[in-house]
């Protein structure tokens, strides 16, 4: 698991600083406004590595384990949640807020043992509140809708 979480994370942070690559990090002794992104990006990659060594360390005890991680289950539960965040990231500009909060907690829902009627329902109602919050109560710049309900 510590192999699938790692790999994951290092291509969160490539993914992350690849998206950041062309923002100022320092100029005239200020922070640019690539700075944090590129950070964070960074420090992704590092916990990324951490746990790609401690799950390649487990590899040899767990060859045999019987709890060890089996592909039809764990695996694509995890691949599901950071499916998500890829997915939100990928609609969060042409698909709008809502959308893209609909689209990622649905799809990370699946990960878990909820119905597809709860998944749909919370999803509805975090997409309503997060764009309630973020667009109408702090003001921020992104599309609410997607490009063809605008």
Do not use: Q, Y
Not at 73 to 79: L, V, Y
């Amino acid at each position: 698991m510590n192999m699938l979480a790692g790999g994951s994370l290092l291509a969160l942070a490539a993914l992350v600083l690849a998206a950041t690559w062309d923002l100022a990090k320092l100029g005239n002794g200020e922070i640019g406004p690539g700075f944090f992104p590129a950070l964070c990006g960074v420090l992704l990659g590092v916990v990324g590595l951490v746990l790609l060594a401690l799950g390649l360390r487990e590899l040899p005890a767990r060859r045999d384990a019987p709890g060890r991680l089996r592909v039809g289950s764990d695996a694509w539960r995890a691949a599901a949640v950071t499916a998500s965040a890829l997915l939100f990231a990928l609609l969060l500009k042409s698909g709008g807020l809502a959308l893209a909060v609909l689209a990622a907690v649905w799809l990370s829902t699946r990960a878990g043992e909820v119905s597809h009627r709860t998944a749909l329902v919370l999803s509805a109602a975090l997409a309503l509140v997060l764009t309630a919050i973020f667009i109408g109560g702090l003001g921020l710049h992104m599309p609410a809708l997607p490009v063809f309900l605008r």
